[in-house]
């Protein structure tokens, strides 16, 4: 029957896919992200196999027994073959989580290192801003009603305040390069996802909520930050980037901002 | 535990309106939804052919769409918004106005009285009225289009505090957020009367002989999903009352204190948006084995009715369709992974989510058993039944993946999610109805549907599911997000482009064969041969009766069940079936 070869067929175009790698992810850019791809490879490999196999047993079943006069079996089921499969799913299923638990854990229950460099990650519909706290290593007192984006200052930073005085304000995210970085997401409209593909990580920014979010960047150059969550009419051009520096250029950077406050 | 006294809650109405409109008959009532969730499957396709359209042309301008959308759709090029508005309104469409109406309220109205051979449900009247309500609750729904500002853009999932905070978020978030939000409470409390019906109708007016263990499991799978919408819809009601407490009466259930809107700074204070994820995803999760578990029953009966084969593994069939409807209560969290909320605890909602895998996977392996050794004869119910284990199997994998909450660190809210979702709850959701369609249509119409139709309509569907939903992995793996009008202002969505355009003209054609389909139904109801009572050779009740059945299905008689539904190919019994109600023995 037609079905059959069709099912086979099928499957082996989208096995190609996966193996010819013609849309693909991103090279990772951090330890996490070796894991990560680690953990993909092994789940790729368990699911497309069972994949393959069910999908050709199926293209077989199809095939092989067609009627073509003989009597089908009367048959109810086999108990033992129940258990094998039963616990073999089981055992691959959560034998796959327990495994990609560690980089969870890295990511979720461990805390930025104490030399982790803090950053604020703000979203507001529909762009990003990031705070950083100056020399004194404070972040400054903030007010809702200064709050003035077409006058540079999205944070709604006091002035009056010292701390607040030498924070810096950028519209891209920039980081010295192997230095862990500690994010503080939190945003002041609606959610939004704070995603960047060669750190494969993301993480929502929820409103009243300020979420910690650790990550070193271990190669230098500009990946793009889409916004992950739908926030309104312009999630779509909820852009910006993440630029990984050499630790001598950020410090000229935080130099020169601070030069210009 | 069968009921042998005479149910007679009411006689054959005589009037057109008492037949047809306010029928209290639940074969009438089955039709109705069957074609209000055609109405709807229809509205929600065609919003996904413009939202794919506007993906790979966003800046194109097209006069008519001038002409039907002067404000969404100012000088003819389609906004961002509407996109949006589109994108809410599909999703939501087709998951509560479609999968959750023509498997359950459709096709198991219609065939689950027979199926346990009772004359009616166990509440008629109840069942007229939640036919109506649904009703009412699409038209609301549909109303969002026409108020100002148009339809909502917050998703068929709503997160507050966009869809909480009214007009300041966004057009479609005035008057249209509101209705939709009053549409779903309506829709909650039809499915919660449907629900009811259900479980006190397989509880209380099943036949003589007609034990639990004897269940087709169809009825099996209705039985468990109005079980899972008795608990599923009543959270969501809860849910969706206090959002509409949010934005009209100042509450703050899911906004918290200090935000700041299109420079407004709310008053709201003390809520929290992750209350309303928790809530809506206790239903949303359910919700996914509201759609697909009746398509399992009908997979299941096919494959054992076609192959002229016991179903493989009744028992654990049972188990595991009670085992999913229990641990779909467990894994919402799930969906939240990205959302905020303890790390902790997304360690053990994902081994639950993989646990749930297991009962799904047996069910795949049974049907591959039950088609070991058997005597396939290719039908266009068949075929469909065939395609649902393929893309069940696909879409199934694809949740390994997201089940990991380390790997959803990369692929939360990209295009594998879309195209994990749709290839599962979507289309292989889909295949179990036209499965029934294809089915059950000569039992319902006393017409055969067109064979070569459907059999070309099939493997054209089939091909097209794939190549539409398919590449939405590949670009899920590429990192690119869902839920976003155009790709124009991202470098690496831009190289992605050619994936995109092959997915919209693989929707175009996939849409267009659906006319086959329709054109096949319409052109059966009238021109179709004339049906028999039993022409697939099948076991369960239903076949015993006249196509189109009585008013009350078994002409006054009583049936009374000697086997279970699955008594195909008995070795020393003359035909190669045995109905249910056959007195003649047969040995295990």
Known sequence: MLLGPVVWVLTVVICYFFVAKTWWFPLPISQHGLQYDEQFLRTLVVTGIIFFAAQVALGYVIVRFRDDGRRASYLHGNNKLETLWTSATAVLFIGLVLMGTRIWAEVHWTEAPADAIPIEVLGKQFAWSFRYPGPDGKFGRTDLKLINDAGGNPFGLDDHDPAAKDDLVSASLKVPVGKPIKLILHTRDVIHNFFVRELRLKQDLVPGMEIPFHFTADKIGTYEIPCSELCGLGHFQMRSVLQVMSEADFEKWKQEQLAQK | ?588
């Open chain 2, 1 to 588: 535990m069968s009921s042998p006294e005479v149910h007679s809650a009411h006689h054959a109405p005589t009037s057109f309106i008492g037949k047809y409109v306010f029928s209290k008959d639940h074969k009438v009532i089955g039709i109705q939804y069957y074609f209000l969730a055609l109405f709807s499957v229809l509205l929600g396709m065609t919003l996904s052919l413009l939202m794919r359209f506007h993906m790979v042309h966003p800046d194109m301008k097209v006069g008519w769409f001038e002409k039907l959308w002067p404000t969404a759709a100012a000088g003819g090029i389609m906004t961002p918004e509407m996109y949006l508005s589109l994108m809410t309104m599909h999703g939501t469409i087709m998951v509560f106005f479609v999968l959750t109406t023509a498997p359950q309220s459709g096709f198991g109205n219609y065939f689950l009285p027979i199926q346990i051979g009772a004359e009616d449900m166990a509440f008629p009247t109840l069942n007229m009225l939640s036919f109506w309500t649904t009703f009412l609750a699409l038209v609301v729904m549909v109303a969002a289009f026409f108020v100002q500002g148009g339809a909502p853009l917050s998703g068929w999932t709503a997160y507050p505090p966009l869809s909480g905070v009214g007009r300041i978020s966004g057009p479609g978030e005035g008057m249209g957020q509101t209705l939709w939000i009053i549409s779903i409470a309506i829709f909650c409390g039809a499915s919660l009367m449907g629900a009811i019906n259900f479980i006190a109708t397989t509880l209380d007016l099943r036949a003589k002989g007609m034990s639990l263990m004897r269940m087709p499991l169809t009825c099996w799978t209705w039985f468990v999903t109005a079980i899972l919408g008795l608990f599923g819809f009543a959270v969501l009601l809860a849910a969706g009352i206090l959002l509409l407490l949010d934005r009209t009466a100042g509450t703050s259930f899911f906004i918290p204190a200090g935000l700041v809107v299109s420079d407004q700074i709310l008053n709201h204070k003390g809520g929290s948006p992750l209350l309303w994820q928790h809530l809506f995803w206790f239903f949303g999760h359910p919700e996914v084995y509201i759609a697909i578990l009746p398509g399992m029953g009908v997979t299941s009966q096919l494959l054992s009715t076609f192959s002229r084969k016991p179903i493989f593994g009744y028992r654990a069939m049972i188990y595991a369709i009670l085992a999913i409807g229990f641990l779909g209560f467990l894994v919402w969290g799930h969906h939240m992974f990205m959302s905020g909320m303890s790390p902790y605890s997304a360690f053990a909602f994902s081994v639950l989510t993989m646990t749930i895998g297991v009962p799904s996977a047996i069910k795949t392996f049974n049907w591959i058993g039950t088609l070991w050794g058997g005597k396939i004869r290719f039908t266009t119910a068949m075929m469909f039944a065939l395609g649902f284990v393929s893309l069940f199997v696909t879409g199934g994998l694809s949740g390994i993946f997201l089940g990991q909450p380390s790997l959803d660190l990369y692929f939360h809210d990209t295009y594998f999610v879309v195209g994990h979702f749709h290839m599962i709850m979507g289309v292989a959701a889909i295949f179990g109805m036209f499965a029934g369609t294809y089915y059950w249509f000569p039992k319902m119409f006393g017409r055969m549907m067109n064979e070569t139709i459907g059999k070309i309509h099939f493997y054209l569907t089939f091909l097209g599911v794939y190549a539409i939903f398919t590449p939405m992995h590949f670009l899920g793996i590429a990192g690119n997000p869902r839920r976003y009008a155009d790709f124009t202002n991202f470098e690496f969505m831009n190289s992605l482009m050619p994936v995109h355009t092959f997915m919209t003209h693989a929707a175009y054609f996939t849409a267009a064969v659906q006319l086959l389909f329709l054109f096949n139904l319409f052109w059966s109801l009238k021109k179709g041969a004339k049906a028999t009572d039993n022409p697939w050779e099948s076991t369960t009740l239903e076949w015993t009766i006249p196509s189109p059945p009585p008013f009350d299905n078994f002409g006054g008689h009583h049936p009374v069940v000697y086997h279970g539904a699955y008594e195909y190919s008995v070795p020393g019994a003359a035909k190669d079936y045995v109905m249910q109600t056959d007195p003649a023995a047969v040995s295990h």
